[in-house]
């Protein structure tokens, strides 16, 4: 029933930016907490940033001042503006969403396709 898209990965250079976005579709009740998760090749995956239905945020410390997470209730949207990028942020990048599909279920995480960001030395 619920389903989320994200786009805006690609390869750029050292120091260069990207803009991440994930969109959930389908039917629910509500989505509480959005994120980014990043999973470099073989490695476990990480919390990158996430953001409360509040609007409170949380940032991994090596990417604070340099990635900017927002979200667009309206539209079920999450972003994350990605700035001064370096090649260890090198991964694959999924959302996260924590959503009740129906009042009086529980709460279940929804996971993106992911989307490849590849930043060269």
């Known amino acids: 029933q619920v389903q989320l898209v994200e786009s805006g990965g690609g390869l750029v250079k050292s120091g260069g930016s990207l803009r991440l976005s994930c969109t959930a579709s389908?039917?629910?009740?509500?989505?509480?907490?959005m994120g980014w998760y990043r999973q470099p090749p073989g490695n476990q995956r990480d919390m990158v940033a996430t953001?409360?239905?509040?609007?409170?945020?949380i940032y991994e410390d090596s990417v604070k001042g340099r990635f900017a997470i927002t979200r667009d209730n309206a539209k079920n949207t999450v972003y994350l503006q990605m700035n001064s990028l370096k090649p260890e942020d090198t991964a694959v990048y999924y959302c996260?969403?924590?959503?009740?599909?129906?009042?009086?279920?529980?709460?279940?995480?929804?996971w993106g396709q992911g989307t490849q960001v590849t930043v060269s030395s």
């Open positions: 953001i409360s239905s509040g609007g409170n945020i």
């Open positions: 389908g039917t629910f009740f509500k989505v509480y907490t």
């Open positions: 996260k969403a924590d959503i009740i599909d129906r009042w009086s279920t529980p709460m279940t995480d929804y």
